[in-house]
């Protein structure tokens, strides 16, 4: 009579526990089943009982058992919203930016653009994201920016227009999760004028190859589901270009530099 007592005194103190802290007991047998409930029975060195979340009462001997932990029990929605990561499949990228040279000088004054891109690729997982972009670069200083250390060094003209592969990856699953990106590809100008004339002929024809573009970023994802959300970042972009002559203004010398930019992206994920 008193073993029942104390039993049942045990079995209340664990409810009203359990009942208060939010907490369940995670039996891990030695078989890989995993038990998740109510411990309202132990005795020492030989078996306990367990009432599942199914509403059934199991018993165990202590042979069978390799551990057991406490952890919160998290309702349906609370569980969601802590391991809320993008589903695998297809996603789109659309990313708005502004950008500065960097390091800031006069050389490289005219890499200052605004910055679109739009991506479309696979997600393995909700870690790993491989597409590919096109985006616009437009220039927005003055025009005579083209004139820097005695060299007229246009990047682009008018409308420049990258082509590039974009692997993304994200550090957790989480609803905010930090994450890496690096593009490569190579631009194109869209309207090859003279850097001193401005001269503007918008055709097929003028479209020139540019360079190879580098560009690494980093920032954070917020999600609202498993399909949506944004980003908020930076990148540093990275872009080969062959320079002007200035005694022949229409002549591009055989010599290859970089212009290189700091940019402040955000995006939306879909």
């Known amino acids: ?72 029990i998290l309702n349906e929605r609370e569980s969601v919203k802590s391991k809320r990561g993008l589903k695998a499949g297809y996603q789109g990228i659309v990313e708005m930016g502004v950008s500065k040279a960097y390091p800031s000088n006069q050389a490289n004054d005219y890499t200052a653009c605004l910055k679109l891109n739009v991506i479309n690729g696979y997600r393995f997982n909700p870690y790993l994201f491989l597409g590919v972009g096109i985006g616009l670069r437009y220039p927005y200083l003055e025009n005579d920016i083209y004139l820097r250390n005695n060299w007229p060094s246009p990047v682009f003209n008018d409308f420049g227009v990258p082509i590039f592969l974009d692997i993304r990856t994200n550090f957790f699953i989480h609803k905010v999760t930090p994450f890496l990106a690096f593009s490569l590809g190579y631009s194109f100008d869209m309207n090859n004028n003279n850097p001193i004339t401005r001269e503007k002929n918008y055709s097929f024809s003028q479209i020139t190859g540019v360079g190879l573009l580098l560009s690494p970023s980093a920032g954070i994802n917020y999600t609202f589901s498993d399909t949506y959300g944004i980003n908020i970042g930076i990148s540093y972009e990275s872009q080969r270009f062959k320079k002007y002559s200035l005694d022949c203004p ?3 010398l055989n010599v290859i530099t970089s212009s290189n930019c700091l940019s402040f992206n955000i995006g939306l994920l879909f």
């Open 250 to 252: 229409r002549c591009l």
């Open 1 to 72: 009579m008193k073993r029942i007592s104390i039993l049942f005194t045990f079995y209340i103190i664990s409810i009203m526990a359990f009942g208060q802290q939010n907490l369940q007991d995670i039996v891990y047998l030695k078989n890989d089943t995993i038990i998740k409930g109510i411990i309202f029975e132990q005795i020492p060195f030989k078996c306990l009982r367990i009432f599942t979340s199914d509403g059934d009462t199991l018993i165990y001997k202590i042979d069978e058992v390799e551990k057991i932990i406490r952890e919160p």
